[in-house]
Nanobody, 131 residues
């Protein structure tokens, strides 16, 4: 059974950093595309960063423009865990953050624009950036 469990959210001040984790089970990370999405109140869910399934290429990670240079997504296959390291947080980053998985997802950029394509989701973790 595929499961994803996020952790690491919290209340931080503008400019602070935070690292989200997503512990996965029931599947092999290399076989799945992984996505980080967020949803603010009253807004649609949007893609933050996605990593495609491992096809042997070096560049499998996509970042939305609004986080490029501030957020870094990574995986630790040994720990079956995904990470989203967030720097220079802004109030507009406030949202519930979700990790998601899709078997054999190959185009990270395209998939990040299509959250409904992902069929496995975590429960979400709240990130609030406020002074």
């Amino acid at each position: 059974q595929v499961q994803l469990v996020e952790s690491g959210g919290g209340l931080v001040q503008p400019g602070d950093s935070l690292r989200l984790s997503c512990a996965v089970s029931g599947f092999t990370l290399d076989d799945y595309a992984i996505g980080w999405f967020r949803q603010a109140p009253g807004q649609e869910r949007e893609g933050v960063s996605c990593i495609s399934a491992d096809d042997g290429s070096d560049d499998r990670t996509y970042y939305a423009d609004f986080v490029k240079g501030r957020f870094t997504a990574s995986t630790d296959n040994a720990k079956n865990t995904l990470y989203l390291q967030m720097y220079s947080l802004k109030p507009e980053d406030t949202a519930v953050y979700y990790c998601a998985a899709l078997r054999e997802g190959w185009d990270a950029g395209a998939l990040c624009a299509l959250p409904n394509e992902f069929d496995h989701w975590g429960q979400g973790t709240q990130v609030t950036v406020s002074s």
